[in-house]
């Protein structure tokens, strides 16, 4: 099975001249994958997109009734759903647990705006790497849902019990982990080596989010058409086309 990646800038495509016309869009770009040339797949890349941006958020109020807060980052507000947000990741000094007003929170923006509605952010920050998934404050260790080996996954969930750090980020539920697809087959060392980097990213994070001022950025995602490319080349995409060399 063959399979390409064909990236062209939005204005270059018949019957999106009137949409990149607007400045918000001018270097947007879209990225067809094809399998056996049938399109399969397509992706909006937007050199604007501030999804998976992690700032230090600034609680500007918490509205009991719909259960959320509202959160200032960089010159932007977002919602921040308490139901979702059990553990708020807290940049101050807490005498409690419950959130409010004027409180520092470590946030990553997790989808965009609309017409109708604001930014959404979450203290559940995620990375994702080739083998696994890390995601703060979620409880314990998952697999995917096509890895169906038993032993595997009891050997993973032991050597994570015995990796310290994990261990005790796991037991403080301040970390959880998705074990990816693609880690069955590989050595559990190096799911375990990838874990922990994620672990100990997140608390450079943390560290560096404490020396910020509220609403500073901390971390600024990667373009999405990188990431899309990173994942081409994970799935072996065996072409990918270019159509314009401003891209």
Do not use: W
């Not at 979620?138 to 015995?162: L, P, Q, W």
């Amino acid at each position: 099975m063959s399979s390409k990646l064909v990236i062209e800038k939005l204005n270059n495509i018949s019957g999106f001249e009137r949409i990149s016309e607007n400045e918000d869009y001018l270097n947007a770009v879209l990225a067809f994958r094809f399998e056996d040339d049938n399109l399969e797949e397509i992706n909006f890349c937007d050199d604007k997109n501030i999804v998976g941006n992690i700032y230090v958020g600034y609680v500007k109020g918490v509205v009991k009734n719909i259960g959320a807060a509202f959160v200032e980052f960089g010159d932007k507000t977002g919602y921040f759903s308490l139901k979702d947000n059990k553990s708020p990741v807290y940049l101050n000094k807490k005498s409690s647990s419950k959130i409010c007003s004027g409180d520092r929170v470590l946030v990553q923006v997790s989808k965009d705006k609309s017409k109708t509605k604001d930014y959404t952010v979450t203290s559940a920050i995620e990375f994702t790497g080739d083998l696994s998934l890390f995601i703060a404050g979620a409880a314990g260790i998952k697999f995917s849902a096509k890895i169906k080996d038993d032993d595997f996954k009891k050997d993973v969930i032991r050597e994570a019990n015995n990796a310290p750090e994990i261990s005790a980020a796991l037991i403080e539920n301040k970390a959880g982990f998705l074990i990816r697809t693609n880690a069955y087959g590989k050595e559990i060392r190096d799911i375990i080596f990838e874990m922990q980097t994620q672990l100990n990213y997140f608390n450079y994070i943390k560290e560096k989010a404490s020396h910020k001022m509220p609403r500073d950025i901390v971390v600024k995602s990667e373009h999405p058409l990188i990431q899309v490319i990173k994942n081409a080349h994970k799935d072996n995409v065996g072409e990918v086309v270019i159509e314009d060399k401003e891209v």
